[in-house]
């Protein structure tokens, strides 16, 4: 192929090109796109907040919850948890501790799991009430917690489980009196 050819092979393709950056630019001249504005709905956070404080301020305490609490739908409940955690005694650590006699264990000390360090600076023993909060949501419980589930939204069926978890222990822990 000669230079002569080669330059009517190049000036084709940058023809091509030159039409269509062209027509691209009359476009743009003939039609304006409109601007698309703001995107999305504002969602207005702090009202979301104060609609939900009444809410939980209209949930019973945790005793009173606690004294009408159904151990078998706890367990029917707890099938959620059973993906990370088991709940026989001496059963396996799963990606969370073994549940079984968690009531009146300290915090962050089941043998062979590896707690994420926010867990193990909370302290203290579980109580019906830190387990009542922490399954409410564990990531405000206990923040910096490794544990990814969002928590349970239900008083009753959190009393529930709690009832469950009651009867996994050699010595259950008493309800606290309303």
Known sequence: MDSFEL???AGAVLGALLL???TGFLAELIYKPKPAGDRGYALPAAEENAAAAPA???EEPLPVRLASA???KGQ???KKC??????????PNKVGPDLYGVVERPKGSHEGFGYSAAMKAKGGNWTYEDLDHFLHGPKQYVQGTIMAFA??????????????LRTLSDKPVDFPKP
């Open 56 to 58: 939980a301020a209209k």
């Open 76 to 78: 029917a409940a707890a």
């Open 7 to 9: 330059n009517k092979v």
């Open 82 to 91: 059973m993906a990370c955690h088991s709940f026989e005694k001496g059963g």
């Open 70 to 72: 159904d151990a078998t």
């Open 151 to 164: 928590g349970v939204p239900s008083g009753a069926e959190r009393a529930d489980i709690l009832a469950y």
């Open 20 to 22: 269509a950056m062209g």
